[in-house]
């Protein structure tokens, strides 16, 4: 088995998902007009996707508010300053500073323009 998708209720699925597009390098492989307006994004390797959908029987997680360390989406990052430094002038708010960590990797957290929580991650040795 291999995971297809993660999935997160968000208030404007079309608008999360064109920003991702545009700024984390996903390809929309699937989207709807409608209610639930589900899309679903493929990363920039292909192999993992994730969906984005405003569904009315349950409410929109106040993920703003919830610490980093509860729920974030890591992404590779070549970068971790320069990627940090653009997705902030994408409309990203940092949550912290750049870390390196004692293992070597240097990783930043950030927010996306909802509020949910994204982490950028370069591995001294790579894990996937």
């Not at 999360?16 to 493929?42: C, D, I, Q």
């Not at 509860?70 to 320069?82: C, E, K, Q, R, T």
Request: hydrophobic fraction near 45%; charged fraction near 20%; aromatic fraction near 10%.
């Amino acid at each position: 088995m291999h995971i297809e998708h993660a999935a997160f209720q968000v208030e404007d699925p079309p608008a999360v998902a064109a920003w991702y597009v545009e700024h984390l390098g996903f390809t929309v492989k699937r989207s709807s007009a409608e209610p639930p307006y589900g899309h679903f994004l493929a990363d920039g390797s292909g192999r993992v996707m994730i969906e984005l959908y405003n569904q009315t029987v349950a409410a929109v997680p106040s993920y703003k508010w919830m610490h980093p360390v509860v729920l974030h989406l890591a992404f590779v990052s070549a970068d971790v300053p320069g990627d940090r430094d653009r997705l902030i002038a994408a409309g990203a708010t940092p949550e912290g500073d750049v870390v390196h960590t004692p293992e070597g990797d240097t990783v930043a957290m950030l927010r996306d323009p909802w509020g949910f929580a994204i982490q950028l991650c370069r591995r001294s040795e790579p894990m996937v």
